[in-house]
């Protein structure tokens, strides 16, 4: 079974900074890409960045040049520097591992989320 485990959020003041650091743990094999996705009241859920195995990464427009995704294959753990925050990224950040091979099974994992909440 895998597990994903959140860590870094919280209240921060507009043009602040965070990290969130996300773990994977379990019997895994290989991780294809790790993400973060974020959901706000009453929004759906969108992808905030997302880098592969191979560190191509992949930005939402709102968020480019404000924060930074990065990884670490040895230890399945992915990073979001976020810098320049602003009010309108107040929302759940989720941490996705996309096409995870264990021993037993191919698929998608979720974590339980993390609050970040910008506000003065």
């Known amino acids: 079974q895998v597990q994903l485990v959140e860590s870094g959020g919280g209240l921060v003041q507009p043009g602040g900074s965070l990290r969130l650091s996300c773990a994977a743990s379990?019997?895994?094999?290989?991780?294809?890409?790790m993400g973060w996705y974020r959901q706000a009241p009453g929004k759906q859920r969108e992808l905030v960045a997302a880098i592969t195995s191979g560190g191509s990464t992949n930005y939402a427009d709102s968020v480019k040049g404000r924060f930074t995704i990065s990884r670490d294959n040895a230890k399945n753990t992915v990073y979001l520097q976020m810098n320049s925050l602003k009010p309108e990224d107040t929302a759940v950040y989720y941490c996705?591992?996309?096409?995870?091979?264990?021993?037993?099974?191919?698929?998608?994992?979720w974590g339980q989320g993390t609050q970040v909440t910008v506000s003065s």
């Open positions: 379990g019997s895994i094999f290989s991780i294809y890409a």
């Open positions: 996705n591992a996309d096409r995870v091979r264990t021993t037993t099974r191919y698929g998608d994992y």
